[in-house]
């Protein structure tokens, strides 16, 4: 592992009995305990996330609003102060650069979380749209960034602040001290469940961490790792950039309509997304539920009556519905719920069914 | 680090599995530290009584939440029975890898590489020096 990169936290996974794993080029905690634990701990209480891999971009300048605004799919100029949404990075060929969410801290700044993968990728993309007016700053090795996730985060995190997180909604943010420490508290998450994603001084993230640990263990918190924050975001049907979205795939293909600016357009790909959109797409995304017992996994062929209609972007056990779930890229006309498909496991052909999502 | 449990009585492979003979019957399962390494199981695609596999050769697979693993014949042999009850509860492989975690039977073609087999204390000691 010394080849990887290590968040602030490395030594304090190690000594919670984490299982470290390269991931995007850091070593990142995969599961403490039990992926299905740490998945239930989340749903029905609360886990604790170290995801200070992930990059943070920052515009601070006169140019900072009408450059992100050409950046992102997502309208920019109507958010509030301590609004955040999700919105995607485009190419002009319309593929995705990246997804991302996009905090707007003041008039004239704003910042962009962006997956660990694409933090360089973005930056050149970022830098190649941007004059310097736009104060483009990548402050992703300064900052940490803790996800506290589940029903029980609000009372956690409430006995570590004064701040009032009853003001909080969903896809707000405010800056807090929680016991003592500079905390950017943003009620956003990638589990589906109720929680909030902390932005600290890298040099301030195991503290944080230990003090929500302590102060969350009698509510149930325990850690949790990229494992159960797979399973949780597939629960949820959130796309994973690499698995749902890419470089050349159209959004719209992915269900991302209503991140997209398609009527005011302006943005970087909207050409190429409209005219993508008028030609109609020859594949969708959809959910679906194995019928068979086994796991439908990434890159498993989709097939009806015979024939490759699609492959499979992610599928894991669904711990909270008992049986297997996926996402499926397939082929037009096959995407109503209740469509059977068979996915192809080691030669087999299981019994699949296309159902809405979210799962739950 | 863990410490794992390696009955004195079963022989070992290297792949991780563990081996119980009774006359030319090799019963067989994964290790402690096998299934603590694979996670939470959640599926065990067992072989057909009577198909036959040579010593090495992949006759099941057994996955859990993140990853799918091929197991393979500790020794050559013809499958005489597998275990039912993990096709609803393969759980049981984590919960007792040792009993009711069992995976296969075998009756063994060539009893010669029985004596191939790891004993505990060598088992353990590659445990250890892929754990340290």
Redesign the interface.
């Known amino acids: 592992m010394s080849d990887e990169r290590k968040t602030p936290l490395y030594d304090l996974h190690c000594e919670l009995?984490a299982r470290m794993v390269p991931f995007a080029g850091f070593a990142m905690p995969?599961?403490y305990s039990?992926?299905?634990t740490e998945h239930k701990a989340v749903r029905e209480q609360a886990g604790l996330f170290d995801v200070s891999h992930m990059g943070q971009i920052h515009f601070q300048g006169p140019e900072a609003l009408a450059c992100v605004e050409r950046l992102i799919t997502c309208p920019v100029a109507s958010m509030a102060h301590g609004q955040v949404r999700y919105g995607l990075l485009c190419n002009d060929a319309g593929g995705v650069v990246d997804d991302v969410t996009v905090y707007r801290v003041a008039d004239d700044h704003f910042f962009l979380c962006v997956n660990a993968a694409n933090i360089e990728k973005d930056e050149a993309w970022i830098r190649a749209h941007c004059p310097d007016e736009a104060g483009v700053n990548n402050r992703s090795d300064e900052l940490g960034l803790l996800a506290l996730q589940g029903p029980q985060s609000p009372a956690i995190l409430a006995s570590l602040t004064d701040f009032d997180l009853d003001s909080l909604r969903r896809y707000r943010f405010a800056e807090a001290k929680v016991k003592g420490v500079p905390v950017l508290i943003s009620r956003t998450g990638y589990t589906g469940s109720d929680g909030f994603e902390l932005y600290v001084d890298a040099s301030d993230s195991a503290d944080l961490f230990g003090a929500l640990l302590n102060a969350g263990e009698p509510h149930g918190l325990i850690p949790a790792g990229l494992?159960a924050r797979d399973?949780l975001r597939l629960e949820a049907a959130m796309p994973l950039y690499g698995h749902e979205l890419d470089d050349e795939r159209s959004p719209l293909a992915a269900g991302l309509d209503r991140f997209i600016k398609l009527k005011a357009g302006g943005f970087i790909g909207a050409e190429a997304v409209t005219s993508a959109k008028e030609q109609g797409l020859d594949s969708s995304l959809v959910g679906f539920e194995l019928l068979d017992?086994?796991?439908a996994?990434a890159d498993y062929a989709v097939e009806k009556d015979g024939q490759e209609v699609g492959r499979v972007t992610s599928g894991?056990?669904s711990p909270a519905l008992g049986k297997?779930i996926g996402l499926a890229y397939v082929a037009k006309g096959l995407s109503e719920p209740g469509t059977e498909l068979d996915v192809i496991v080691?030669g087999r052909a299981l019994r699949a069914k296309v159902v809405t999502t979210p799962f739950l | 680090m863990a410490d794992y449990t390696i009955p004195d009585d079963l022989r070992y492979s290297e792949d991780d599995e563990w081996t119980r003979t009774d006359g030319d019957i090799v019963e067989i399962g994964v290790t402690d530290y096998a299934q603590d390494q694979l996670g939470d199981i959640v599926f065990v695609e067992l072989p057909e009584v009577g198909a036959s596999f040579e010593q090495g050769a992949p006759f099941g697979v057994i996955e859990s939440v993140k990853a799918v693993s091929d197991l393979y014949a500790p020794v050559s042999g013809t499958i005489t029975q597998v275990n039912d009850s993990l096709v609803d509860n393969p759980e049981q492989v984590n919960e007792d890898c040792y009993q009711s975690g069992w995976i296969v039977k075998i009756q063994c073609s060539n009893s010669a590489e029985l004596g191939e087999l790891l004993d505990a204390a060598t088992y353990s000691s590659s445990v250890t020096d892929r754990t340290s």
């Open positions: 009995g995969v599961q039990s992926i299905v494992g399973t017992k086994g796991v996994r894991a056990p297997s080691r």
